[in-house]
Nanobody
């Protein structure tokens, strides 16, 4: 069982920055690809960024160039540094842990990010 708890969301002005954190429990998280997704009402959840256990990163198009994902395996934590935020970045941001072998996929409860104009 893996539990994911996001933190760091909040209200920020356009052009500002936020750093999201996701703390994971469970030893198997070290073998998981950790990712951040976001969702606004009425739209599908979309990938923001992901990072493999070995540190290979993948970024979605929406925030590419303005976001950096990192992970600390010792602390079982994944971070998302977001810069130059825009009102369109307003969404609930979710942490995800995914593994192919063994197969599992877990979600956090999400953290709200609101960017004011």
């Amino acid at each position: 069982q893996v539990q994911l708890v996001e933190s760091g969301g909040g209200l920020v002005q356009a052009g500002g920055s936020l750093r999201l954190s996701c703390a994971a429990s469970g030893s198997i998280v070290s073998i998981a690809t950790l990712g951040w997704f976001r969702q606004v009402p009425g739209k599908q959840r979309e990938l923001v960024a992901s990072i493999t256990p070995g540190g290979r990163t993948n970024y979605g198009d929406s925030l590419k160039g303005r976001v950096t994902i990192s992970r600390d395996n010792a602390k079982k934590t994944v971070y998302l540094q977001m810069n130059s935020l825009k009102p369109d970045d307003t969404a609930v941001y979710y942490c995800n842990a995914d593994s192919i072998q063994p197969r599992f996929n877990y979600w956090g409860r999400g953290t709200q990010v609101t960017v004011s104009s």
